[in-house]
């Protein structure tokens, strides 16, 4: 009886730290695809403002 429920909590337990795990990774990930987005207007601009100064 004490062993089962020893095991569900650990089941529990783990699936939470994976569920934070992946919602870390997710997070990193849109974190990441923002940047880069960032990145290629910055440098849609940059181009732009070259074009126009010529």
Same mark, same amino acid.
Request: glycine share 2%; hydrophobic share 40%.
């Given at each position: 009886? *004490? $062993? $089962?429920?020893?095991i @569900? *909590?650990? @089941?529990?337990? /783990?699936? $939470? /730290?994976?569920?934070?795990?992946? @919602?870390?990774?997710?997070?990193? $990930?849109? @974190?990441? #695809?923002?940047?880069?987005?960032? +990145?290629? #207007? #910055?440098? +849609?601009?940059? /181009? +732009?403002?070259? /074009?126009?100064?010529?």
């Open positions: 009886m *004490f $062993k $089962k429920t020893d @569900n *909590f650990t @089941n529990g337990h /783990e699936s $939470k /730290e994976v569920s934070v795990l992946s @919602n870390y990774k997710q997070r990193k $990930k849109r @974190n990441l #695809i923002s940047r880069l987005l960032k +990145f290629v #207007i #910055i440098m +849609f601009e940059l /181009e +732009f403002s070259l /074009e126009t100064a010529k």
